[in-house]
């Protein structure tokens, strides 16, 4: 019988010892509030233009070009008309609206001479309402552009608006109340509602928003009012005006809005960027009121860190995506770039991630589809494609850090990287070791081996025939009590990380 050399012997001797491991892909999304050795294993330190869904983690869509010559200014507002059989796309910049509703360059203007492109809309009786807190308001009828007709206040230039109980609401900017117009009107005196008396903490009325709560006894449609102090009063009724019909249900402290824009509805709730996080505006409230700290979302760090880097700058904005079930909170950086923290609402767990290289300074929906403005007087298609315009879609991630629930030294022997991916899409990913850098240099995978996915669940997604998934194994390196994954991906073509696995030998604790 032939004696093995002793190197082939260890050899065997450690594939027969290595424990095999999988890990899902960072499914539960982006954590930027928890300590590194405290978070879940399906959380990502680090996931930007990662999309976690059901599947697994997907590189974003890319984006094409919509429309172009909105003047040369950037574009800061895009609103949709939909009243009836008529659906109009309207832009904002350089003092000018335009009329983009069809792609292409756009035409002339439909308006001019304004001093900011910066409007809040809301749609009112086959109307749509525009405020800047500069130019008077202005309305569109589905063809044209008219200034409001209202009377009754020192200035029209109301700064917010919103519709609640079939009448419209305005204020004005450095106010403390609202004004309030005649029932189903878009005409006539508004009347003022000052807020000062109720507001503990002073300040000036920042955002408004609905809300609707059913607590037994059938739906109820509640309004709050916030201010720059952080004073939130929500009120129900229908009159302002009556006191049998307009109640003040509460008084809450919460952080204060960043932006009268950075506020949006999904379903039933209210959602607004804050000083602090990304808040649903009932569970704050619920919390407040059973006397609980109020929960903080996975990336209300990260929140914190871009108010205090640029609270002032331009771009803030919430919005809901209904056709990709997301909600996404426009931040703009710094730098003078923006970057979009993006949530899954389709998903129990509603994970977190983060778009970057679409420099949005507005987004807007138009039939359902998601747009953004940009630069020089240019919009975008969202969600659209696989590119980012001409280039690919670069993807980064960086998952928790593991001990796979053993607390002893390790040594990666192999890992293996699940990529589900069009045959040529190239993914990289390296490892790292105790809370260290993760470099992107153990080992490039191509999905170009291995046979079409076609194993259940996965043979139900909307994937190309020509999606696959590379099978083999990588050979690893490197010891350590704890493991990171790093993965990042240049892509042109759909792209799914499904997991990790992972060989390793158990060592001693020390």
């Known amino acids: 019988m032939a004696i093995l050399p002793r190197s082939q012997r260890l050899a065997l001797a450690a594939q027969a010892s290595a424990r095999p491991v999988s890990v899902p892909a960072p499914i539960t999304g982006w954590n930027a509030r928890d300590a590194l050795d405290e978070m879940p294993a399906t959380d990502a ?3 930007d233009n990662w999309y976690p869904d059901y599947s697994g983690c997907a590189v974003r869509n890319g984006f094409v070009l919509y429309s172009t010559g909105v003047d040369s200014s950037p574009v800061r507002t895009l609103a949709e008309y939909n009243a009836g059989a008529t659906r109009r796309f309207l832009a904002a910049a350089g003092g000018k609206f335009y009329d983009i509703s069809i792609a292409g360059a756009a035409g002339a203007p439909l308006a001019s001479g304004f001093a900011s492109d910066a409007w809040q809309t809301v749609p009112f009786l086959s109307r749509l309402y525009f405020c800047n807190g500069i130019d008077t308001v202005q309305v569109f009828n589905g063809s044209s552009f008219a200034s409001a007709s209202f009377t009754g206040a020192s200035s029209l230039a109301f700064i917010g608006c919103i519709q609640y109980q079939n009448r419209l609401f305005f204020w004005l900017p450095n106010a403390t109340g609202f004004y309030y117009a005649p029932l189903n009107s878009i005409s006539g005196a508004l009347a003022f509602f000052d807020l000062a008396a109720f507001a503990p903490h002073g300040g000036n009325l920042t955002a408004a928003v609905t809300f609707s709560h059913d607590g037994g006894n059938g739906v109820v449609d509640f309004v709050a009012f916030i201010l720059s102090s952080g004073d939130c009063l929500i009120y129900s009724g229908n009159d302002p005006s009556n006191v049998n019909a307009w109640s003040l249900v509460g008084i809450y402290r919460i952080s204060p809005p960043v932006s009268p824009r950075a506020v949006c509805q999904y379903g039933a709730e ?31 760090t990260a929140v914190q860190n871009a108010v205090r880097a640029n609270l002032t700058g331009f771009g803030w904005q919430a919005l809901y995506y209904p056709r990709g079930r997301r909600l996404i909170f426009n ?24 778009f970057t290289n679409m420099n949005a300074y507005c987004w807007g929906l138009f039939r359902d589809n998601l747009y953004f403005g940009a630069a020089g007087g240019v919009v975008y298609q969202a969600d659209s494609g696989n590119l980012d315009n001409i280039g690919p879609v670069a993807a980064d991630a960086r998952q928790a850090w593991n001990t796979f629930t053993d607390p002893m030294r390790k040594r990666i022997t192999a890992v293996r990287p699940m990529i589900q991916a069009v045959s040529g899409e190239t993914v990289s990913f390296g490892l790292g070791f105790d809370y260290g850098d993760i470099n992107i240099a153990l080992s490039p995978t191509t999905a170009g081996a291995g046979s079409p996915w076609d194993i259940s669940p996965w043979d139900t997604s909307p994937w190309s025939p020509d999606a696959i998934v590379d099978p083999r194994w990588r050979v690893g390196g490197g010891t350590g009590q704890s493991i990171g994954v790093r993965m990042t991906a240049s892509a042109n073509a759909p792209t799914v990380w499904l997991r990790t696995d992972f060989r390793f030998e158990q060592g001693a604790a020390l």
């Open 45 to 47: 330190v680090l996931l």
């Open 270 to 300: 209210a959602f607004i960027t804050t000083y602090d996080d990304h808040i649903p505006l009932q569970q704050q409230l619920v919390a407040l009121k059973l006397g609980q700290l109020p929960p903080r979302s996975k990336v209300s």
């Open 331 to 354: 931040i703009p950086n710094a730098d003078g770039t923006f970057s979009q923290h993006v949530q899954n609402t389709a998903l129990q767990t509603q994970p977190w991630c983060r």
